[in-house]
């Protein structure tokens, strides 16, 4: 049995496919680990869920913003925006299994033995492993309840800025989804910088990338996210005992794997065409 870890595929769903047969991937006992951001955006946002869904006891996914981003909109709590290639999930005769089935993801993944953890985007500096686990699980209850559909109607905006054990409700799990889906800068005390999206040295003062806080409690963690597709080492480097494996697929970079059950952690790309223009790029 082969591991692979793969970064965000947004509905590229050609190039998936390619790239699981670069891999020799064989659905019958190898699995995958997925970065988040599975739909929105590119062409087959549909074949990529319906994919995922007929294997989903080999596949361990974390959710990204586009994946709830889907959900808010299909659950009347969002409008889709001009980018978005939504409307063959939303129209499909099976859309219920595939939101059900999307919904009961994770927005973080650990596993013991092989001591990974994955996230979509990134993490507060104050939570170590054990905590980040514990507030994914928070939200994670949330949505594979019947509350669901309250949370979608809170879920989006930038505030609360600052994290204290002490916030409640929405405004807690606003922060915590925000942490797991949209970050990558903050400051030395954990306040996101949520609308900085280029790469490091685009940022404002005082603002760092999330991994690279000296201070960080899950810095002795090895880490799989996604996200970041403009970072210079995404898809082929480690910085600060993370993995970055947003490629940039979408955009016509790549979609890349990573071996992770053994501990070469080798990486296999698979080039892309872009399906939206690099001039437009949104994340």
């Not at 969002?78 to 499909?92: F, M, Q, S, Y």
């Not at 009961?104 to 993944?109: F, V």
């Not at 949370?151 to 797991?180: C, E, Q, V």
């Not at 903050?186 to 490091?200: E, I, R, Y």
Request: net charge neutral.
């Amino acid at each position: 049995m082969a591991v692979y870890a793969v970064g965000d595929i947004q509905g590229c769903y050609d190039e998936f496919q390619a790239l699981l047969a670069k891999i020799h991937f064989n659905p019958d006992y190898d699995e995958l680990w997925l970065c988040g951001d599975l739909v929105n955006r590119g062409p087959k946002s549909l074949e990529t869920l319906r994919y995922l869904f007929a294997l989903k006891d080999n596949v361990h996914a974390v959710l990204g913003n586009h994946d709830l981003h889907l959900l808010a909109t299909a659950y009347n709590h969002r409008h889709p925006g001009k980018k978005d290639t939504l409307d063959e999930i939303l129209n499909a005769r099976d859309a219920d299994t595939l939101l059900d089935w999307l919904r009961h993801c994770s927005l973080a993944h650990y596993d013991n033995k092989l001591n990974l953890l994955m996230i979509h985007a990134g993490l507060h500096p104050a939570w170590s492993v054990q905590k980040t686990l514990k507030l994914a699980h928070e939200v994670e209850n949330i949505l594979r309840s019947r509350e669901h559909i309250d949370f979608y109607k809170h879920m989006y905006g930038d505030k609360p800025l600052n994290w204290s054990d002490d916030l409640s409700g929405w405004a807690r799990y606003r922060f915590i989804t925000n942490i797991f889906t949209r970050l990558r800068y903050c400051d030395k005390n954990g306040k996101p910088a949520l609308n900085a999206k280029g790469s490091p040295g685009t940022q404002a003062e005082n603002f760092f990338p999330w991994y690279s806080i000296p201070t960080r409690k899950s810095r002795q963690q090895s880490i799989i996210f996604g996200h970041w597709s403009t970072l210079p080492e995404a898809g082929n480097a480690v910085i600060c005992n993370t993995y970055p494996l947003d490629s940039g697929c979408l955009w016509g970079g790549a979609l890349t794997a990573m071996r992770i059950d053994d501990l070469s952690f080798h990486y296999t790309r698979q080039n892309c065409i872009a399906a939206q223009k690099p001039e437009l790029k949104t994340p």
